[in-house]
C-alpha cells in the first residue's frame, strides 16, 4: 500500500464546477504539501500545512491530522486550472501521491 | 529573477552511456534534491544534498550519481548501470529545513536511443 493515496485520479469537470481533491496518507508526518504540474512538466508548489486551512485565490487546502486526511479545493474551476496536483508529505523526506490529472472544460 | 534551471530540455543516452543533467540554483538555499518521475507513479527521491560536499542517498540511487562541489550546482549522472533510465529528471532546492517548500526545476526528459 503507498504511504500517500490520492483520489481521484483523474477528474473532468465543466467550467464553473467546484472540485475536490483528496490525499490520504498513513503515517505521522510533519507537513502536507500540494504541488500543481503543468502540462509541461515544471512543478509549483501549492499549500504547506501543518493544520487546519489554507486559501489563496480560488484554492483552498484543509487537513485532518487526526484522520490523516487532506483537501484541495477549486472554486470557480477554470480551463487554465488543468493541471497534475499531486499531494506529498514530509516524512524525514518527501513521499509523493501518484497525482490526480484534472481537466476543465469550456 | 531567482529560480532553478535545468539543462537539457531533452537528453538522449546511447546504450552505456553515462550522461549528465545540470541543475543550478541561485536561490541561495542549501538542500537540493533529485527525483525521478515515471507514468502513473510519485516524484521518487535519487539523491540528496543538505549541505556542499555531502549527499546522501535517496531511495533510488542505484545508478546515478552525484556531486555538490558548489552550493548552486548539483548535477546528476546516469550511468550505464542503470538498465532503465528513460524518465523525467526534476531538480528541487529548499531553504535547508527539509519539510519546507522545495522549488522545482523545469525537468529534464531522458530518453534511451
Known amino acids: 500500500k503507498n504511504e500517500v493515496e490520492q483520489s481521484p485520479q483523474n477528474l473532468t469537470a465543466q467550467e464553473g464546477e467546484f472540485i475536490t481533491i483528496n490525499c490520504s496518507y498513513s503515517?505521522?508526518?510533519?507537513?502536507l504539501h500540494w504541488l500543481q504540474q503543468h502540462p509541461g512538466g515544471g512543478i509549483v508548489s501549492l499549500f504547506m500545512?501543518?493544520?487546519g486551512k489554507k486559501k489563496h485565490g480560488r484554492l483552498i487546502a484543509t487537513i485532518n491530522i487526526q484522520e490523516k486526511h487532506s483537501s484541495l479545493h477549486i472554486t470557480a474551476s477554470h480551463p487554465r486550472d488543468s493541471a497534475v496536483y499531486i499531494c506529498?508529505?514530509?516524512?524525514?523526506?518527501?513521499?509523493f501521491g501518484a497525482g490526480t490529472i484534472l481537466r476543465v472544460k469550456s | 529573477d531567482g529560480g532553478i534551471t535545468q539543462s537539457p530540455k531533452y537528453l538522449f543516452r546511447k546504450e552505456g552511456q553515462n550522461v549528465t543533467l545540470s541543475c543550478e540554483q541561485n536561490?541561495?538555499?542549501?538542500?537540493m534534491y533529485w527525483y525521478r518521475q515515471d507514468p502513473g507513479q510519485g516524484l521518487r527521491l535519487i539523491y540528496y544534498?543538505?549541505?556542499?560536499?555531502?549527499?546522501q542517498k535517496g531511495d533510488i540511487a542505484e545508478g546515478y550519481s552525484v556531486s555538490r562541489e558548489k552550493k548552486e550546482s548539483f548535477p546528476l549522472t546516469v550511468t550505464s548501470a542503470q538498465k532503465n533510465p528513460t524518465a523525467f529528471y526534476l531538480c528541487?532546492?529548499?531553504?535547508?529545513?527539509?519539510?519546507?517548500?522545495?522549488?522545482f526545476g523545469p525537468g529534464t526528459r531522458l530518453l534511451v536511443l
Open positions: 528541487a532546492s529548499s531553504g535547508g529545513q527539509g519539510w519546507e517548500t522545495q522549488y
Open positions: 503515517v505521522g508526518i510533519s507537513a
Open positions: 500545512l501543518s493544520s
Open positions: 506529498a508529505v514530509w516524512v524525514n523526506k518527501l513521499v
Open positions: 536561490l541561495n538555499h542549501d538542500a
Open positions: 544534498s543538505q549541505i556542499v560536499n555531502d549527499f
